[in-house]
Nanobody, 114 residues
Framework: QVRLVESGGGLVQPGGSLRLSCAASGFAFNNYIMSWYRQTPEKERDLVASISRTGGSTSVADSMKDRFTISRDNAKNTVYLQMNSLKPEDTAVYYC???????WGQGTQVTVSS
């Protein structure tokens, strides 16, 4: 059974940091590109970042490039999203995704508010 389980979300003040984790199971994690998306009630689900199978290549959306970092640990079947200098507009549900297989996690809420 394929599972993507996100964790690490929560309430943080503007300027703060969070590290999201996504634990994968049920498929050959290290064979696939992985991504993070986010969604608010007002918008469609937007791509935040992606990482290659080995982790040697990453991409982050322009609006977040200076603040967010994606990484992975294939030994732990886990992909991470380090988010720094968080802003209220970063408030969203963040989802882990395997784009090739269209696997999705259940999402983790990130709220940036004072």
């Amino acid at each position: 059974q394929v599972r993507l389980v996100e964790s690490g979300g929560g309430l943080v003040q503007p300027g703060g940091s969070l590290r999201l984790s996504c634990a994968a199971s049920g498929f050959a994690f290290n064979n696939y590109i992985m991504s993070w998306y986010r969604q608010t009630p007002e918008k469609e689900r937007d791509l935040v970042a992606s990482i290659s199978r080995t982790g040697g290549s990453t991409s982050v959306a322009d609006s977040m490039k200076d603040r967010f970092t994606i990484s992975r640990d294939n030994a732990k079947n886990t992909v991470y999203l380090q988010m720094n200098s968080l802003k209220p507009e970063d408030t969203a549900v963040y989802y882990c995704n395997c784009p090739t297989r269209n696997y999705w996690g259940q999402g983790t809420q990130v709220t940036v508010s004072s």
